[in-house]
């Protein structure tokens, strides 16, 4: 074995490195090729394409049948809208866990904790029936509408990130709240002027992790979303291969790259606070 600090281990831990970092973009790269190959096929498809073209990024603004900027703005519009309202919701429920003992605290914990266990696809024939009979008195919180998806998204998020939080909410001092009440303030004005502020790390961390987990979802919404002018991004992507002798790689490509750039806005924007919100919350002290 080599050791790190000789000139052979280094040399090994930089090829190790590098092949890494090539594993990991060489399917970017091979995407973004297909997207600028005028041939919109990946029949023959190689790493350099014999001719440059961007005529699928121009399409995918002008084709009328396929709005895949009203679809990119769908996606952003109903994973930012639940990522903020899971991050609320759950902010408030982990500080309840977290200072408050009452009677079934423990209870609630664990039977969050057991909902988490199974998928929230085993209740997709209820869920679909749920927004069914919604949508008959309430009609933009039913079916194939982006209200009622958030509704969903939120009751799917709680439980894992209400647990993640407590964690963390269970490292900060108590005694910074108690400094406060007697100051005057009461435990919302405590939750939220203290607390909230010192939580930061973890309310991104959550943020993200629900922002890309709805952003990339497909199943729920092309179940619940029929109207085309009504898809996300992900379900939108599925039109430009349906079919046997319509597929355009091309612009499904395309559409992939352009798509990956808000998730990567805001994971660049928030990533300071990933690690430490992730860590912190580990343990208990």
């Known amino acids: 074995m080599y050791s790190r600090h000789t000139l052979p281990g280094k040399i090994l831990r930089h090829l190790v490195l590098w092949m890494a970092i090539a594993f990991a973009l060489f399917p970017v790269v091979w995407i973004l090729s297909a997207s600028v190959n005028a041939a919109g ?9 014999k001719v440059f073209s961007w005529g ?3 399409e995918l603004f002008t084709n009328p049948l396929h709005p895949f900027g009203l679809w990119l ?3 952003v519009k109903v994973s930012g809208i639940a990522s ?3 991050v609320f919701l759950t902010a408030l429920g982990a ?9 079934g605290r423990r209870a609630g914990l664990l039977a969050l904790l057991l909902i988490q266990m199974f998928p929230q696809m085993l209740a997709m024939v209820a869920i679909y029936l749920l927004l069914l009979n919604i949508g008959r008195y309430i009609p933009w919180l039913g079916l194939n509408s982006h209200a009622g998806l958030i ?3 939120l009751g799917g998020a709680l439980g894992f990130n209400t647990w993640l939080m407590k964690g963390y909410f269970d490292t900060i001092p108590h005694e910074l709240e ?3 009440m007697i100051d005057g303030a009461t435990h919302f004005q405590a939750f939220l002027r203290i607390i909230l502020p010192l939580a930061r790390p973890i309310l991104a961390v959550i943020f993200i992790l629900t922002f890309i987990g709805t952003y990339s979802d497909f199943l729920l919404p092309s179940i619940l979303l029929t109207g085309t002018r009504q898809y996300t991004f992900a379900v939108g992507l599925r039109l430009f291969i349906q079919g046997q002798y319509n597929t355009r790689w091309g612009m499904f490509a395309a559409a992939s790259i352009l798509g990956a750039f808000p998730i990567a806005a805001i994971f ?5 606070f990933i690690i430490s919100g992730l860590t912190r919350g580990s343990v208990k002290g």
Do not use: C, I, K
């Open 95 to 103: 500080y309840a866990f977290s200072r408050f003992r009452f009677r």
């Open 41 to 49: 096929t990946l029949v023959g498809q190689r790493l350099l394409p």
């Open 268 to 272: 660049l924007s928030l990533q300071r």
């Open 84 to 86: 903020l309202f899971t």
């Open 73 to 75: 703005w769908n996606s």
């Open 56 to 58: 699928h990024y121009v």
């Open 178 to 180: 108690e400094s406060a």
């Open 151 to 153: 509704l969903v998204y």
